[in-house]
């Protein structure tokens, strides 16, 4: 399972849907996200309306995090699939009211290069090809 920024601000942070993302993650086998989830969760829990602590005090928060719950740190694809899958990503889904950010067409390249489901707590997975975490 592809673990995004969006759950792991949740669970952080104590969203509404923490507990639900908590769940997922205990139950998944395999659990997984990217330096670029790492990098916007860290760089979100840092902002005033969050934490408001430094960029360093909120990595080794979600650093911390990943390391208790056995969430490894995968690479992106290779540069060919990265690039081919987060365009096709944004050509297919950065459209309507649901769409994907540049974070989320990586989160997107991920999940799908690795076949597994997305965690996440945006709907706009759910409106693409990927599994979900319900």
Not at 10 to 16: C, H, V, W
Not at 85 to 90: E, T, V
Not at 95 to 109: E, K, M, P
Request: charged share 25%; proline share 4%; net charge negative.
């Amino acid at each position: 399972m592809f673990v995004d920024a969006a759950a792991i601000i949740a669970i952080l942070s104590d969203e509404d849907e923490a507990e639900r993302c908590s769940d997922a993650v205990v139950k998944a086998a395999e659990r997984f996200t990217s330096a670029i989830a790492v990098w916007e969760a860290a760089v979100a829990l840092a902002r005033p309306d969050k934490f408001a602590i430094s960029v360093d005090d909120s990595t080794r928060l979600v650093t911390t995090f990943l390391e208790q719950r056995d969430i490894s740190v995968r690479d992106l694809p290779n540069p060919s699939a990265s690039v081919s899958l987060s365009l096709g990503a944004a050509m297919r889904f950065r459209s309507g009211s649901n769409r994907l950010n540049l974070a989320d067409c990586f989160h997107y390249a991920c999940a799908r290069h690795y076949g597994v489901p997305m965690l996440s707590t945006a709907d706009e997975f759910r409106f693409t090809d990927l599994e979900t975490v319900p």
